[in-house]
């Protein structure tokens, strides 16, 4: 008898508006192409991720010219200028085939190879917990959360703190995992954080 091996999709918001950017995020280069790209990319060649659901708001025909050779799904969130929580709940309410942990990301914080690696081999290890990564003790992102807490985030809002509220009331099983760069704790908020955050992209992840 073989025992089923845990199921782990993703969610990337990219519905954000991008108010102290002052341009779209998701199309900011990342070393060769746009972010929203790099990110479904990494996300999409990891063999433990399927499916990717990439969450969008008014950006629908740039995203979906970007990433129109990607097995990604692509869901609009009309409601995204209510804030990043109408997006998660949008992307998990687009999830099928059954139960299934998540592993949420945001298009402003950069993913590589050797972030996902450990985050994901620490998830196998342990599917029942919540996994981040942390970076010199500080915990990061993104997070996984497991296929029986993940329904909870088809119904996070806005006023209820959102994914911070579901992290808080299974605080108990949130665990980290130590990883060596510091894309774990990098946003991309503004331009001075883009700025900084460039000569990374000569380095590689």
């Not at 990219?14 to 998701?26: I, N």
């Not at 629908?60 to 799904?73: G, I, M, N, S």
């Not at 990883?179 to 774990?184: I, K, N, R, S």
Request: proline share 9%; hydrophobic share 45%; net charge positive.
């Amino acid at each position: 008898m073989t025992t089923q091996q845990p199921r782990l999709s993703a969610i990337l918001l990219a519905a954000g508006q991008s108010t102290r950017m002052g341009q779209p995020k998701a199309l900011l280069s990342w070393g060769s192409v746009p972010l929203v790209r790099h990110q479904v990319d990494l996300l999409g060649a990891h063999p433990a991720i399927d499916p990717v659901i990439v969450v969008v708001g008014d950006l629908l025909d740039e995203v979906q010219a970007l990433l129109h050779d990607t097995p990604a799904r692509i869901v609009v969130n009309p409601l995204f200028r209510d804030g990043r929580a109408t997006s998660l709940a949008a992307g998990a309410r687009a999830l099928q085939g059954g139960p299934t942990s998540v592993l949420v990301a945001s298009v402003d914080q950069p993913l590589a190879a050797n972030l996902l690696d450990p985050l994901v081999t620490a998830w196998r290890s342990d599917p029942g917990a919540l996994w981040r990564p942390s970076y010199q003790g500080r915990g990061g992102h993104p997070l996984i959360v497991p296929a029986d807490v993940a329904p909870e985030l088809a119904h996070v809002t806005e006023a209820a703190r959102g994914l911070r509220a579901v992290v808080t009331r299974h605080r108990h099983r949130l665990r980290a995992v130590p990883v060596d760069t510091q894309l774990a704790v990098l946003n991309l908020n503004t331009p001075a954080d883009y700025a900084a955050a460039s000569p990374k992209l000569s380095a590689g992840p």
